[in-house]
């Protein structure tokens, strides 16, 4: 069956690279997804990548899909206390419209 | 754009009591996204709808549970009766099409709390 599984907690200090790590279980899995929830809000996207991709790069964000190990992470470099927040990894089925599986979220905490 | 707006963001209800959610999507999208979040079983999809017609109900919990689409601009998500264990925050969600890549909109949420 399909799912999402990413550790539960991060802890980084301000200024230092954040890397979360995901693994998916479908393989025809063809957009997966990062989202970030800070508190008492909303998800929001924040980047995603396509399956026949290797790495996406948005500013301070890094993606890396290792879709022979079913992988994915999200760097955040120099990471600033504004990125504490829960990070959803999420994957969209090939030919199932629009039902996004979710991770159980990463909580990452930043301290200065 | 407003996003997806949904009301009431926070509700507290006793047990038994009927409770409706409501949801207003982004204009001119065609999906709208039932999910809930707790922090047992983080985030599940409930049921989903493309225009206006429900596709997916297989994450609904229960009878009773109940969603309805009457137009493009407004989605109900109902719980009658409720139960404590219903206690949890239920987010809407929208999306243009899914023409793989399109992103889902959430909104901001609905805070339930069943005593």
């Known amino acids: 069956g399909e799912d999402v599984e990413q550790s539960l907690f991060l802890s980084v200090r301000e200024g230092d690279s954040s890397v979360i790590n995901c693994t998916y279980t479908?393989?025809?899995?063809?957009?997966l997804y990062w989202y970030k929830q800070e508190p008492g809000a909303g998800l929001q996207l924040l980047t995603y990548?396509?399956?026949?991709?290797d790495m996406k790069q948005d500013q301070r964000l890094t993606v890396l899909l290792n879709k022979k190990d079913k992988h994915l992470s999200l760097r955040i470099a120099d990471t600033q206390t504004g990125d504490s927040a829960i990070y959803f990894c999420?994957?969209?089925?090939?030919?199932?419209?629009?039902?996004?599986?979710f991770g159980q979220g990463t909580t990452l905490q930043v301290k200065p | 754009d407003a996003g997806v707006i949904q009301s009431p963001r926070h509700e507290v209800t006793e047990m038994g009591q009927e409770v409706t959610l409501r949801c207003k999507p982004i204009?001119?999208?065609?999906?709208l996204f039932w999910y809930r979040q707790t922090m047992m079983r983080g985030l599940e999809l409930l049921i989903y709808?493309?225009?206006?017609?429900?596709?997916?109900d297989s994450g609904m919990p229960e009878d009773r549970f109940s969603a309805k689409m009457p137009n493009a601009s407004f989605s109900t998500l109902k719980i009658q009766p409720s139960e404590p264990r219903d206690s949890a925050v239920y987010f809407c969600?929208?999306?243009?099409?899914?023409?793989?890549?399109?992103?889902?909109?959430f909104g901001e949420g609905s805070w339930l709390t069943v005593v």
């Open positions: 990548i396509f399956s026949n991709m």
């Open positions: 709808f493309n225009n206006n017609v429900p596709i997916d």
């Open positions: 204009s001119g999208h065609d999906y």
């Open positions: 479908d393989s025809s899995s063809t957009y």
């Open positions: 969600a929208s999306s243009p099409r899914v023409v793989t890549g399109n992103t889902i909109y």
């Open positions: 999420a994957e969209s089925l090939s030919g199932n419209t629009g039902k996004l599986i």
